[in-house]
């Protein structure tokens, strides 16, 4: 049986609380869901359901919408790739946030509640980040977090965030191969040398073989990176092809 949706382990008594009354629907709560976001991103733990309450919040009572607390929501939503968690919450955001940023301002002389340039940035580049993780380019999402100031500000407040994103590409890699090349594996985790050899073998457990351009990286077999051969078998009985062999001697009429 799959967890359910709604469930997270660390979640605090008094969100549960919330989340199971109409309080969730009460905009004085939004102060309560926003401090619930900066625990999560300081305790490295995770709380889609809560967020997604806090943005529907957002959504009723848009002057209370906090830039930090939803850039923040979209960057705990990239650590738990590939779940559709990131497109859950882009999908609550005010449609001008999603305009790009010229438009975006020119919605905003419009709409005196409407989010400003930079915010409206932060979310295309984080939307950048999430289509690039999507594509499982992970050496272009590197790249770009590493080439652009503006993600150093926005991923600050989230402890860890560049170790949980590992942890993420090294599950997708795990469910999809046997065995990769190292050079490969330390572009698309943006560990080299030492860091990424105990990255390899504490974290992931993997084994590494061979040096230099040869190196290669051992996935041990799971579930998931299993080759299993698959049986077609097709059920059809005689009399199939016997009104097949009619049809073929019929005359048009």
């Given at each position: 049986m799959?967890?359910?949706?709604?469930?997270?382990?660390?979640?605090?008594?008094?969100?549960?609380?919330?989340?199971?009354?109409?309080?969730?629907y009460n905009p004085e709560t939004t102060t309560i869901f926003q401090e619930y976001v900066m625990q999560q991103c300081e305790n490295q733990t995770y709380d889609c359901y809560a967020n997604l309450a806090l943005l529907k919040l957002y959504q009723f009572n848009p002057h209370l919408l906090?830039?930090?607390?939803?850039?923040?929501?979209?960057?705990?939503?990239?650590?738990?790739?590939p779940s559709p968690d990131f497109s859950l919450c882009l999908a609550l955001l005010p449609p001008h946030i999603l305009l790009p940023p010229s438009k975006a301002s020119a919605a905003a002389s419009n709409n005196p509640v409407a989010g400003e340039a930079p915010f409206?940035?932060?979310?295309?580049?984080?939307?950048?980040?999430?289509?690039?993780?999507?594509?499982?380019?992970?050496?272009?999402?590197?790249?770009?977090?590493?080439?652009?100031?503006?993600?150093?500000?926005?991923?600050?407040?989230?402890?860890?965030?560049?170790?949980?994103?590992?942890?993420?590409?090294?599950?997708?890699?795990?469910?999809?191969?046997?065995?990769?090349s190292r050079s490969v594996l330390e572009s698309w985790l943006n560990l080299?040398?030492?860091?990424?050899?105990?990255?390899v073998k504490e974290v992931c457990g993997w084994g590494i073989e061979g040096e230099g351009k040869d190196a290669k990286v051992r996935v041990p077999l799971n579930k998931e990176n299993e080759a299993k051969g698959v049986v077609v078998r097709e059920n059809v009985k005689f009399e199939q092809f016997g009104r097949l062999v009619r049809r073929a001697y019929e005359q048009p009429a």
């Open positions: 799959g967890v359910p949706f709604d469930y997270a382990p660390d979640r605090p008594e008094n969100i549960q609380q919330i989340l199971n009354s109409l309080e969730r906090k830039d930090e607390a939803v850039t923040n929501i979209l960057l705990k939503s990239l650590t738990v790739f409206n940035e932060a979310v295309q580049k984080l939307t950048v980040l999430h289509r690039l993780l999507a594509g499982a380019q992970y050496s272009e999402f590197w790249s770009t977090l590493d080439g652009d100031d503006l993600y150093a500000d926005l991923v600050a407040d989230v402890a860890g965030f560049e170790e949980l994103m590992r942890v993420r590409i090294a599950v997708a890699v795990s469910q999809s191969v046997r065995q990769i080299r040398a030492a860091p990424f050899d105990k990255f």
